[in-house]
């Protein structure tokens, strides 16, 4: 039987993702115990710093760091090792997990951990958004708007979310958004601009159907009109849009102007109000285990 290559391997673990209910550290430590990989697992604290997160990935200096949470940890990983070849492997932990989904990654911690040891680095491009690192979906309008309310919810089910975005269709205004493609200027009223490394939102609604993690542009998807059917189609189903409501863009760089401040989100965290977005496309950005 061939022997198995040792490999050092840190583990990122933020134990505030997702329910908590499943003790993710335990399952790594049990899995890893006799396999003769080399492992350590750093878990995050509720008030770090990210400097803390780089020292520790380069005192360890690991074959692979692999993310156990959310999408936002994954982002802190990436951040960390931008423009490195030290492959990221991810263990899905968070209550969306859009990128594990995206690539193929299983939900449950031990086929995921098999696919951390197992897999094959792929190289992935990544965008910046106002100087945001975006691994994943970033807009403004609608939905940023949707995300920092849902974030207030007690409640976080259908009904509360349905209660929450039927009020905000009253309260939230339809942008004014200018941004040029090609030497091409778009100016359109919009319910939201989607800023487009990926494919699909967590929940499985593909807003970018066309997208590729490895090519050499990003798309920008105009959402031209909003009900509250195509909101909880976008927050619960994997039923798609309606097209008629909907362009698509493809490019390297962007600038999108707004007449007024219009809410930003990235990668599923809110960030504020802005009436400009700047985005840069970073190729092979980093390295993901698929």
């Keep these: 039987m061939a022997q198995v290559e040792k490999q050092k391997l840190l583990f990122i673990l933020n134990t505030g ?11 790594i430590q049990e899995h890893l115990e006799k396999s003769g990989h080399l492992f350590e697992i750093y878990s995050l604290s509720k008030n770090f710093f990210i400097q ?5 990935i380069s005192e360890v200096n690991a074959d692979k760091v692999i993310a156990v ?32 989904k995206e690539l193929g990654i299983p939900l449950e911690p031990i086929p995921a951990l098999e696919i951390c040891l197992h897999g094959k680095p792929k190289k992935i491009h990544a965008i910046t ?14 939905n940023a708007y949707l995300v920092k309310k ?37 100016r359109s009223e919009a319910a939201m601009v989607v800023i487009a490394n990926a494919t699909m939102y967590g929940t499985g609604v593909k807003i970018n159907p066309d997208g590729m993690l490895d090519d050499r542009v990003f798309e920008v998807v105009l959402v031209k009109k909003y009900s509250v059917m195509e909101i909880l189609k976008l927050k619960f189903t994997d039923m798609k849009l309606n097209p008629e409501n909907i362009q698509v863009f ?7 102007r707004t007449k007024r401040k219009a809410h930003f989100q990235v990668d599923g ?4 109000k802005v009436n400009k977005v700047d985005a840069t496309i970073i190729l092979q950005a980093i390295s993901v285990i698929v």
């Design 17 to 27: 993702s997702g329910s908590g209910q499943t003790d993710l550290k335990e399952i």
């Design 52 to 56: 803390e997160l780089k020292n520790k």
């Design 69 to 100: 949470g959310g999408d936002g940890t994954l982002k802190l990983v990436a951040e960390c090792l931008l423009e490195k070849n030290t492959p990221i492997g991810i263990i899905p932990a968070g209550s969306a997990n859009g990128m594990a």
């Design 129 to 142: 958004v106002n100087d945001e690192l975006c691994i994943h979906l970033a807009d403004i309008g609608f």
């Design 150 to 186: 849902f974030n207030t919810l007690n409640h976080r089910g259908m009904w509360g979310y349905t209660k929450a975005a039927w009020q905000a269709l009253w309260s939230h205004n339809k942008m004014e958004v200018a941004f040029k493609i090609k030497n091409k200027m778009i």
């Design 250 to 256: 493809q490019t390297a760089e962007l600038t999108i």
């Design 269 to 272: 965290e809110y960030i504020g």
